[in-house]
């Protein structure tokens, strides 16, 4: 039998390795990690980068324990006064925010936010299709002619150069809150609280994963405490900053934030306020999601995310922030059935989008950075679609609906792998002119092109990025954090593993390897899923299932080459819970042979 860490080409042509120590207990005993298994959050905190002296703090992790002081950031204080002022004033406040779930819930926590400060503000949300990403200067000039007298950008801004300028131009002052890419010369915004500011501290810096919902937390405790000194408010006055917490997870994970730090608190403690149902639109929106449980990391991003965000791709994108700050069970409802309904709409134009993109794949195998575009294409589903392809090039990939707005540009957005900014290049290829606007971060970005421009920006795209996308192919491993026979994948490993998590981008679950196995049975399930039936010497089976894996090689070697072979089976350990008892099963990342 071949060790699992012999496997130098898996069945997706990758090797595999241990991520921390060596957690083989596929032979049925612990050999040199004996007792291991009763320490194994311990482990796989320690796998995850965590100092051995700081576990007890990740056990558990706590706002107490990991939340930042909000005046380390440049501008949150000066935010604060601002924002105080216009609660003391009474002045009429609007919240612009981005269609996303980053967007929407960062809106509706500061709309709720000051509803419990007896404030209203209004929400704005833009149209995708017609207003584009960020803030626009048609927006924010008809919101200040409108009455408004402070406006709160969130999850938008860092670069709204012409937007904010006419936004003083027409006397209304704007607070950015932002956490995307920011040049070293800033828009003129009364104050703009973003950690990935350049001139930010390194303390400050340290926290630039947070998503804009994190940001805006940090600015409701920041003006709480402003309001607390002035003497506004009593010591213990003003609202539960901690009921916000749902919305804040929700953000975070929906926006594929590192879950490390700061996150994993907003997570972990996010998921607990959200068990109590207290927002009657998330309740509406678990309860349309048809979960009958609390829901789980995996949850907000696979389930309650994707809702919220087909408002913003293909219909009206203010339906997030109303549903997430009204307080009306029946439009809840409303509301939640109309957003999964968009969302089953969404997923047949992203399956028409995906067929016509992968169809150029093929003819850019030699490039570094994949980039397909299209006529027709619908701009709310190009992201999905490009983080699919990302996925199975193993490449940055970039998706670009050729007519994407009104003015017949197109409009593209991308995503990334591990050790390669797209963010920063987007930045730097606006700066060249070969782009009317794009931003973002390190793993996402959006941008606009004039039409005829894609080839270059392709090449000049291809040619800056190539020695990063090189480097970071060539460190690509499967990283493995234990080993087991198929008798040791039980509930209460599952139930194990789950204890160091909350588990997601910068914090990845614990990937598990079973074997040696034999596929009792193997078939296509769905469109593309293959489950399985595996067995072992132990006398053992389980179930497993991959996702979307039919066309890829590994899929078709377990449907066709399989048979009678002895496999190694990578993946996920998670709950099968639809029969009279509990069984764990396994989400197959991939395979290998054992024999």
């Not at 402070?150 to 860092?158: F, P, R, S, Y």
């Not at 190539?466 to 192919?473: E, F, P, T």
């Amino acid at each position: 039998m071949i060790p699992v860490t012999a496997i130098t080409h898996s069945l997706s042509g990758l090797s595999w390795r241990w991520r921390g120590g060596n957690m083989d207990m596929s032979t049925g005993g612990f050999g040199s990690n004996a007792g291991q298994l009763d320490n194994l959050v311990d482990q796989l905190l320690l796998a995850r980068g965590v100092e051995r002296d700081d576990l007890e703090r990740h056990r558990r992790p706590t706002l107490r324990d990991f939340l930042p002081d909000p005046s380390i950031f440049n501008d949150m204080d000066k935010a604060a006064a601002r924002l105080a002022d216009a609660i003391t004033k009474r002045e009429a406040i609007a919240v612009y925010g981005d269609y996303d779930v980053d967007g929407a819930t960062s809106a509706a926590l500061l709309i709720r936010f000051l509803a419990g400060l007896g404030t209203s503000a209004r929400p704005y949300i833009p149209d995708r299709l017609l207003e584009g990403y960020g803030p626009s200067a048609e927006g924010l000039v008809k919101l200040a002619r409108e009455g408004a007298q402070l406006i709160v950008t969130v999850d938008c801004g860092a670069m709204a150069y012409e937007a904010l300028g006419a936004a003083r131009a027409e006397g209304v002052d704007v607070i950015v809150v932002d956490h995307h890419k920011c040049n070293a010369e800033l828009p003129p915004a009364t104050a703009l609280v973003n950690p990935n500011r350049l001139d930010e501290s390194d303390e400050a810096a340290s926290h630039s994963h947070m998503a804009a919902v994190g940001v805006a937390f940090l600015l409701a405790i920041a003006t709480l405490r402003e309001l607390r000194t002035r003497g506004v408010l009593g010591p213990r006055d003003g609202p539960d900053l901690m009921s916000l917490l749902d919305l804040v997870a929700l953000g975070t994970v929906a926006d594929v934030a590192q879950i490390r730090g700061v996150n994993r608190a907003f997570v972990a403690q996010g998921l607990k306020i959200m068990a109590r149902r207290e927002n009657i639109g998330l309740a509406a929106l678990i309860d349309a999601s048809r979960l009958t449980r609390s829901p789980t990391c995996s949850d907000l991003g696979f389930a309650l995310g994707p809702r919220i965000n087909a408002a913003g791709r293909i219909g009206d994108s203010g339906l997030g922030v109303r549903l997430l700050t009204t307080s009306d069970a029946e439009e809840a409802r409303d509301i939640a059935a109309r957003l999964s309904e968009l969302n089953d709409e969404r997923r047949a134009i992203e399956q028409a989008v995906q067929e016509s993109a992968e169809a150029q794949v093929d003819a850019q195998h030699n490039r570094s950075v994949v980039v397909v575009h299209g006529p027709g294409w619908h701009p709310g589903v190009i992201g999905i679609v490009a983080g699919r392809i990302k996925e199975k090039t193993g490449r940055p990939t970039l998706v670009i609906a050729e007519d994407g707005d009104t003015e017949g540009n197109g409009k593209g957005s991308g995503r990334s792998i591990t050790g390669v900014d797209l963010g920063a290049a987007i930045i730097a290829a606006r700066a060249a002119g070969l782009l009317i606007a794009g931003g973002g971060h390190a793993m996402a970005c959006g941008l606009t092109i004039a039409p005829g421009g894609t080839g270059a920006f392709a090449d000049w795209l291809d040619e800056r990025l190539a020695r990063d996308v090189g480097l970071a192919r060539q460190s690509q491993s499967l990283l493995l954090d234990l080993s087991l026979a198929p008798g040791g994948l039980t509930p209460d490993l599952v139930e194990r593993l789950e204890a160091a998590g909350p588990f997601g981008m910068g914090w990845p679950g614990p990937r598990v390897a079973v074997g040696p196995v034999r596929l009792i049975k193997c078939d296509l399930v769905g469109t593309d899923h293959v489950r399985m039936v595996a067995g072992g010497p132990d006398g053992r089976s389980f179930k497993a299932i991959a996702f979307r894996a039919a066309e890829t090689e590994m899929g078709q070697t377990l449907l066709h080459g399989s048979r009678g072979r002895l496999l190694w089976l990578v993946g996920r350990a998670k709950i099968d819970d639809w029969g009279s008892r509990p069984a764990a099963e396994l989400h197959v990342e991939d395979a290998a042979f054992a024999d």
